[in-house]
């Protein structure tokens, strides 16, 4: 009964993108399987990949005329993807191919990182970088992007954290909604959108020791509480397709896990989309020991619900005498051709297969409106760590300023990995910005390389000190280069790489006061810089307009609001760390040797979950619980005054936090439940209102199911997971 009533509101959740199909798509994919031969079939369940600069491989075309090549990844261009569709529909039954790439926060146009844009804690800002994505990727004749990533993490020592939404299940549902939206609109066969993929499917993100393509063990409880809930906010989007994880989870490698996917995913939820292997995992499932050969493999994906295999070819060259000997079944290999099919005719392929060439210059090119959509994400997702003394913005009084840092000249590095079709060249760098505007301000402005993130030749931080004596201020731009975080970009030491951390405290020892900004993917160890650097800037890597909006924030033009979407640990051995923890029979307590907690650091985070400082002072008071005890299916509203005591217009993001005090299972200390990021004029004060219900008060059980139990619930209204304005309620019996 659970599960007919899951599928059925996911239903009609995915309706706006449901509406979209063709009155006969059914019968029209009905026809088309009732012609298709077994190589056809499997043909279509086969995804290449081209070359990396866009261009098809020769074999695509060969492939594609006869009918047997389904997809590719990283073929892309109007005029390539064109000429390879043109073979496709000379085939016998002129399918169509479904052209894939991955966008992951920008095609030409780059935003800043996903885990940057999730520090905005502004979804809508995150759907209008997905759209604006979209818009050029379908341009270029690209119908499918392997985003958003969804996965939960708590180990930024997982180079590709960088991707994801951070370590919460509610912000990542958030902003994986967003993401979906963006990219796929109401109808993803529109000219402006294209389908999107949930990645990957599932608990990638717990790799232990956070080392990539590595095994994750979670207890299924935390799978549904934790990992999950991203993915499922995606399907109920009307996500387009999965995609399966490299790891193995529990043992069984996700790509032939058919609890996962036939199980969860298609049976649970009532997904109707396609899943795609990454890539090669089909293959990889030799290497993890579970299947003999390439026929194995097949057999064990393909029965798991693993629809469309990339790149290696185990469907295509076993898939037939899989079928003779019974080993895959007729209806499952035609289910997952149906699936592709269904894709398809949803993203408009069967009625417009090509890309419109005389367009494509026009809208990937940098325009206007993309550009200022780069520049206002990127000043979204600034976090303002420090500010001691309001060392930041820089003071009106400077008049010689010294610019420090290899990253502060670096436009590649501003876009961070998976770039798209980005280019260096269409970056403005945080030196050329503060060039332009240390001349407007009359400011003696000068650069020093002195130390990057590889330590080489170049370094020469003797040099910074000298310019740094003679100036009245310092700015350094360091941090991680943009090929340090990513796929098989883990790290075991957090340390700021190079000499970078020697060139801090060698600019600190002269005295003058230092700002830092801090470019990266992921948190890096910061205790130093934290007890003796005034102002600490996180920048991330911000996307083509981060040099602008980065100079301009550290110049004050603009107002930083960002909150860290994760938990900034002060040293790996915390990790992982992750502020809605549950509690212990012994919480940490410094007078009680016999607690839970380390003899030689704080359990605490350098910087908790939600952190970010504003420039302007806010002010929270006044908080309201509209009632002291509710149904279990009731809902509450909690709400609390935020007041403007600055002197300029400016944003403050507030959140909501909630604990269940005594449950039948442990709960944790605290749980986001909701946030709004809020622009106030000087002066101005606005009630920021929050309802909870049976989705925000309820968790699954040790029977793994979904109940709302009563009791005391607390909730706190802060700015960050820590502290805050703390009221009750009572869920009554």
């Given at each position: 009964m659970r599960k007919i009533a899951i599928a059925l509101l996911l239903a009609a959740l995915a309706a706006p993108v449901l509406a979209a199909a063709p009155a006969d798509m059914d019968a029209r994919i009905g026809a088309l399987l009732s012609q298709m031969t077994v190589e056809e079939k499997l043909g279509q369940l086969q995804q290449l990949d081209g070359e990396a600069n866009g261009e098809a491989r020769a074999e695509h075309f060969d492939l594609a005329r006869k009918g047997l090549l389904g997809s590719t990844l990283n073929v892309r261009g109007a005029k390539r993807t064109n000429e390879l569709q043109r073979a496709a529909l000379q085939s016998r039954l002129a399918i169509p191919i479904l052209f894939a790439f991955d966008v992951i926060h920008g095609y030409r146009t780059i935003f800043p990182v996903p885990l940057g844009e999730?520090?905005?804690?502004?979804?809508?800002?995150?759907e209008t970088d997905a759209a604006l994505a979209a818009r050029e990727t379908r341009a270029s004749g690209v119908r499918w992007t392997f985003a958003p990533m969804v996965d939960i993490a708590r180990d930024p020592r997982w180079g590709r954290i960088v991707e994801g939404s951070g370590?919460?299940?509610?912000?990542?549902?958030a902003m994986a909604r967003a993401r979906v939206r963006g990219f796929q609109g109401a109808d993803y066969s529109a000219g402006d959108r294209v389908a999107a993929c949930a990645k990957h499917w599932a608990a990638y993100g717990a790799a232990e020791a956070g080392r990539d393509y590595s095994t994750a063990e979670v207890p299924e409880r935390t799978l549904y509480e934790t990992y999950f809930p991203p993915f499922r906010a995606a399907v109920e989007q009307g996500v387009a397709t999965f995609m399966s994880a490299f790891d193995s989870l529990n043992g069984v490698p996700c790509t032939a896990n058919t609890w996962l996917m036939r199980g969860v995913l298609k049976g649970d939820w009532g997904f109707p989309g396609l899943v795609v292997s990454d890539y090669t995992s089909v293959h990889e499932l030799m290497a993890h020991g579970v299947a003999a050969d390439g026929a194995d493999a097949a057999r064990l994906a393909l029965n798991a619900g693993v629809d469309m295999e990339m790149v290696s070819r185990d469907y295509v060259t076993n898939g037939a005498a899989l079928l003779a000997q019974g080993k895959i079944s007729q209806a499952e290999l035609d289910e997952a051709v149906r699936r592709v099919l269904r894709v398809k005719f949803l993203a408009g392929l069967f009625d417009k297969p090509y890309a419109e060439e005389a367009a494509e210059d026009a809208i990937v090119s940098m325009n206007g409106d993309s550009r200022q959509a780069a520049y206002d994400a990127a000043v979204k997702s600034f976090v303002?760590?420090?500010?001691?003394?309001?060392?930041?913005?820089?003071?009106?009084?400077?008049?010689?300023?010294?610019l420090v840092g290899a990253l502060a000249d670096d436009q590649a590095a501003l876009m961070g990995s998976w770039t798209g079709d980005g280019k260096a060249e269409d970056c403005i760098t945080v030196l050329q910005e503060f060039r332009a505007k240390s001349a407007e301000r009359g400011i003696r402005l000068t650069y020093l390389y002195a130390a990057g993130p590889e330590a080489s030749e170049k370094d020469d931080i003797l040099a910074a000190v000298k310019a740094a004596k003679r100036a009245d201020y310092v700015v350094a731009v360091l941090g991680e280069g943009p090929n340090m975080s990513g796929e098989a970009a883990s790290r075991s030491?957090?340390?700021?790489?190079?000499?970078?951390l020697e060139l801090l405290k060698a600019l600190a020892a002269t005295g003058k006061p230092v700002a830092l900004a801090l470019m990266s993917g992921r948190p890096v160890d910061l205790n130093w810089p934290a007890a003796n650097i005034p102002a600490i800037m996180q920048a991330w890597f911000p996307g083509t307009m981060g040099g602008p909006a980065l100079a301009d924030a550290l110049f004050g033009t603009v107002q930083p609001a960002g909150k860290l979407p994760l938990s900034w640990p002060r040293s790996v051995g915390q990790i992982p760390l992750y502020y809605?923890?549950?509690?212990?029979?012994?919480?940490a307590d410094p007078g009680n040797k016999y607690s839970s907690k380390y003899l030689d650091a704080p359990n605490t985070p350098l910087y908790p979950f939600g952190h970010g400082l504003t420039y302007m002072p806010f002010e929270l008071n006044d908080l309201r619980v509209s009632a002291s005890s509710i149904a279990p299916s009731g809902t509450v509203s909690v709400s609390a005054s935020l007041s403007n005591k600055g002197s300029v217009r400016a944003d403050e993001v507030v959140q909501l936090y909630l604990q269940d005090t005594v449950a039948s299972v442990a709960r944790p200390v605290r749980e986001l439940k909701g946030f709004e990021r809020v622009t106030l004029e000087p002066g101005q004060s606005r009630r920021v209102e929050f309802k909870l219900g049976p989705s925000e008060l309820g968790f699954y059980g040790a029977d793994l199911k979904y109940r709302v139990e009563p009791g005391e619930f607390r909730v706190w209204v802060s700015t960050s997971s820590e502290g805050g304005l703390q009221g009750s309620f009572n869920v009554a019996h």
């Open positions: 999730a520090a905005s804690f502004d979804p809508a800002q995150a370590e919460d299940a509610y912000l990542g549902s303002l760590l420090k500010n001691e003394n309001n060392a930041l913005p820089i003071p009106p009084g400077v008049k010689n300023l010294l030491d957090l340390s700021l790489p190079g000499r970078q809605n923890h549950l509690s212990t029979g012994r919480p």
